[in-house]
């Protein structure tokens, strides 16, 4: 019975499968092909200094003038047209990719808000959701076990009655 079972869900399976091919190759032709390779995203990074694409793909006039000027002899460039052809290719220099970003704060700050939230949840809880403490955890209860202990000699060898004088009735030194 439970062989009848696990092929009737087998076959529920494989049934599901083929319906789900058969959506997808229906709708095949409605979903574009992109090409992943060309829609790389930039990023500014210090272990990959050399970006696979572009920061600016699409060039204005002004910019296309300039990289075909990049072509020729690079001392008739100026240093603005260097700066600007710099700024084609990279979004940061290595100056900015550096300078600290400040996110330190956040996380700092986060992580004192989070204390202080915690902090302010246990002591409402301590204070008006956690019950009394219990009778054994009082002074004189403890003072009491400990008496009856040294009466009873409990644990002579290495508990309390070992640090008990019954002779003098007194602690030991």
Request: proline letters at 5%; glycine letters at 4%.
């Amino acid at each position: 019975m439970a062989m009848l079972g696990l092929t009737r869900s087998m076959r529920l399976v494989a049934c599901t499968r083929q319906l789900g091919r058969m959506a997808m190759s229906s709708h095949a032709d409605a979903v574009p092909y992109v090409d992943q390779s060309r829609h790389t995203m930039y990023e500014d990074r210090l272990d990959v200094p050399m970006p696979t694409i572009p920061y600016v793909e699409n060039l204005s006039a002004e910019q296309t003038a300039l990289k075909k000027k990049e072509l020729g002899d690079w001392k008739d460039l100026t240093a603005e047209d260097k700066k600007q052809l710099y700024r084609i290719e990279f979004f940061k220099t290595f100056a900015e990719i550096n300078t600290p970003t400040g996110e330190w704060k956040v996380v700092v700050g986060g992580t004192l808000w989070m204390i202080a939230f915690c902090g302010t949840v246990f002591y409402l809880q301590r204070k008006y959701l956690s019950p009394d403490m219990p009778l054994s955890m009082n002074a004189e209860w403890v003072e009491a076990t400990q008496d009856r202990m040294i009466d009873l000699r409990n644990r002579p060898i290495s508990g309390l009655p070992t640090k008990y004088d019954y002779d003098t009735k007194s602690w030991k030194n």
